[in-house]
């Protein structure tokens, strides 16, 4: 048996040599069309931000002409003109005691050095204000260049294009991104027993249900996603499907089959056709995991990532190992980050050293009256790894170190929580 950490780092010495050997592919894209997408290079500033001194607020504009750092309170300013939002002031310079209108966005004048915002001037005629108040040289503009500095690098390569990002790349009046393409994921399940919905169940038959789990949690990220659907469980078949898939798809992931019943043909079938590594994984659920390349003709080859049949195994075995090398193929690097908490355990946990485990769980937070957040948490009772259902009342999974045996309630432990079940994340 292997540590959880030793086989992600094999996991990952395989798409690094996959990607070396099929390399990475960057595309221009649409911004609007690039949500999600990872930057395939560093993105630098093309114009300054602010592109000209502007107004932070609506006010007067004025300079302290005679070299005085303060205008007092009760001073006296004739209103000459006005700058706009996207239409600025082109007269003459001001004299002493003089001022413009001016509101948030607009162009300040070379010669105003000070913006007054409204609410500290009275409006005592039609083109006069007076100071409410003593105000001093150089407040509510934004000055040209404060923020970004053209040329200078905005983001780095392997940087996931947010909703946040968008938002500059916008304010440089980028429309297009160059990023790594989409990565082609074809999925099948394995197993006589698998009926479509909408088929009638004989004895023994089951509806799949690994499937849409699969398109549901990549559903989100820059796949094209093709699901293969149901495979019987014989050797010439799952061959033919693999054969295919290997040619049309970067990953290929299968669900059941990988384990060692009579029917368990998957491992087999890949062996014949690439790599296959394969490990007794020190985990709960998901123990069995494999991963592969099929097929050594660059670049008809593709990742195999084969997944346990049982509902749980392989949602965790998927969203816990492999989900991250499906980012990092995409171009993902550190980000984004997994969020972990650390929460109180509100009940006993009952487990062996030897075996990291991924439990499901309820999360809560609770508020003191001082305003401080603390977070407790309670395994499901049921943790099976058939029992679908537990795993869809959770809305996290706790994380339990190898070698950690039996916890007592009050402990504190890691919890992951389910991004989807907080804050309205997508995945
Ligand atoms: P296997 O890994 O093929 O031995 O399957 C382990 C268990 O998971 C068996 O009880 C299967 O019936 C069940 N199972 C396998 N694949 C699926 C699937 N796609 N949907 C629902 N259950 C499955
Ligand atoms: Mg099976």
Not at 310 to 329: G, K, Q, W, Y
């Amino acid at each position: 048996m292997i540590s959880f950490s030793l086989a992600q780092s094999k996991l990952k010495a395989l798409c690094d040599s996959w990607i070396k050997d099929v390399g990475l592919e960057s595309e221009s894209r649409f911004l609007s069309e690039s949500l999600g997408f990872y930057l395939s290079q560093d993105v630098c500033a093309k114009q300054n931000l602010p592109r000209e001194n502007l107004s932070a607020m609506d006010g007067y504009a004025l300079c302290f002409s005679d070299g005085s750092l303060q205008a007092k309170e009760h001073e006296i300013f004739t209103i000459c003109g006005e700058s706009r939002a996207g239409k600025p002031y082109l007269g003459k310079p001001l004299k002493a005691n003089n001022c413009l209108r001016i509101m948030t966005g607009a162009v300040v004048p070379d010669w105003v050095d000070t913006v007054i915002i409204q609410e500290n001037t009275q409006k005592i005629a039609d083109n006069k204000i007076s100071l409410l108040k003593q105000v001093s040289n150089g407040r509510n503009i934004r000055w040209l260049g404060e923020e970004i500095r053209q040329g200078q690098k905005l983001f780095d390569q392997y940087q996931p294009v947010t909703p946040n990002v968008v938002s500059v790349l916008a304010s440089q009046g980028m429309d297009k991104v160059d990023a790594y393409r989409k990565l082609r994921i074809g999925f099948f399940a394995t197993g006589d027993e698998l009926r479509m919905a909408g088929e009638s169940l004989a004895s023994g038959e089951i509806y799949e249900s690994n499937l849409s789990a699969i398109a549901a949690l990549l559903q989100g990220l820059p796949v094209e996603c093709t699901n293969l659907g149901v495979i019987k469980d014989s050797m010439d078949d799952i061959e033919q499907c693999l054969k295919q898939a290997a040619q049309q798809f970067d990953v290929v992931i299968s669900s059941g089959g990988v384990s060692v019943g009579d029917y368990d043909f998957v491992k087999g079938c890949v062996e014949s056709m690439g790599i296959l590594e394969i490990y007794k994984v020190a985990i709960k659920p998901g123990k069995p995991l494999c991963f592969g390349v099929l097929g050594n003709e660059v670049p008809n080859s593709a990742l195999f990532f084969g997944l346990p049949g049982n509902a749980v195994s392989s949602f965790v075995a998927l969203t816990e190992f492999f989900m991250p090398a499906i980012r990092f193929l995409l171009g993902g690097r550190s980000s984004p980050q997994k969020l972990y908490l650390m929460a109180t355990l509100d009940n006993g946990i009952q487990k062996s050293s030897g075996r990291m485990e991924f439990q499901r769980g309820i999360l809560t937070s609770q508020v003191s009256p001082q305003g401080d957040i603390s977070w407790h948490v309670s395994t499901l009772n049921q943790q099976q790894s058939h029992r679908v259902y537990g795993l869809a009342r959770a809305n996290c999974t706790v994380i339990l170190a190898e070698d950690s045996g039996n916890i007592e309630a009050g402990n504190r432990v890691r919890v992951a929580p389910f991004p989807w079940c907080f804050n309205g994340m997508v995945l």
